[in-house]
């Protein structure tokens, strides 16, 4: 099977939902959070994402996480994760609870699509009372998730992007075996993983250009993430990317308010006073819909 049926397969039956020139939507991708150990590289990014997170929440948006949230291929509880990471999950809760949470699967996190892990994650509650409600009752994971706008007849293609990576997608029980048993523990020594499209800029590069190809021969809008390189597409290169949450600088995100894109960047930042302070800032033009 070719990357592109991969991707064709993603959106078949996908969820579709309305967008609007009075949407406020934000996508991440790629948090990969973690259970607090030297490997979760995530930990030291989130102050940012609590911070970017409450933001959000506080101004309206719907949350949507492209794939690679949690970190299940070098952890195998997601309990631990939830633990560890309270405070986030609580406040994605309150998301969903109010209707404005969705979340796809990406490689890392690719077991969320069996029916065990779902219950897991659908039971998950947060410690501290002899019986925690649990966070995200009868939650679903999502392949692929379509944005419908039906004014400039716009639609947006939401998905992870693993599914231009052969390894990632189709042989994805190697590559955890080889993240979780070799590359895990190397990482730690300073080596990178040559498999990982995050970290071989060789094989960044073919998967971005799949993602592309597969974006412009369709004449579709397709914003990933899987590369963990943020990027802004054009009419000529409709492929978007949200980034990641694992930057050693910061973290990043893509907005979509008033029917148009902005790849936004959250960062420790220094006032005059040399005080710090957690920033946003929007990298690049802001892409309207109508230019697409």
Request: charged share 20%.
């Amino acid at each position: 099977m070719s990357a592109g049926s991969r991707l064709d397969r993603a959106f078949a039956g996908a969820p579709i939902l309305p967008l609007t020139d009075h949407s406020r939507l934000v996508l991440f991708s790629d948090c990969h959070r973690g259970n607090g150990t030297s490997n979760d590289n995530f930990l030291k990014n989130q102050h940012l994402y609590l911070a970017a997170l409450r933001h959000y929440y506080r101004k309206g948006y719907t949350y949507l996480e492209l794939g690679d949230g949690d970190e299940l291929w070098e952890n195998r509880r997601i309990s631990q994760i939830v633990e560890i990471h309270s405070s986030v999950f609580e406040l994605l809760a309150r998301f969903y609870q109010e209707g404005r949470l969705y979340l796809l699967y990406g490689n890392h996190d690719i077991i969320k699509r069996r029916s065990r892990t779902v219950r897991d994650c659908s039971s998950a509650g947060l410690c501290g009372g002899a019986s925690p409600a649990p966070l995200f009752p009868g939650i679903r994971f999502y392949e692929g998730i379509i944005l419908k706008e039906e004014t400039l007849h716009k639609d947006l293609y939401l998905t992870h992007g693993h599914q231009a990576d052969a390894l990632n997608s189709l042989f994805w029980p190697m590559a955890r075996f080889l993240v979780r048993y070799l590359w895990g523990p190397l990482e730690r020594m300073g080596f990178l993983d040559p498999t990982s499209a995050a970290k071989n800029n060789e094989k960044k590069h073919k998967t971005e250009q799949r993602l592309v190809q597969w974006a412009s021969q369709n004449h579709r809008i397709l914003i990933a993430g899987h590369t963990h390189r943020p990027m802004t597409g054009s009419k000529a290169s409709p492929y978007f990317n949200t980034g990641s949450c694992v930057h050693p600088q910061g973290i990043t995100c893509l907005e979509l308010e008033n029917e148009t894109l902005s790849l936004v960047k959250w960062s420790m930042l220094t006032r005059p006073d040399m005080s710090l302070y957690v920033g946003r800032e929007i990298l690049g033009e802001p892409v309207g819909l109508k230019e697409l």
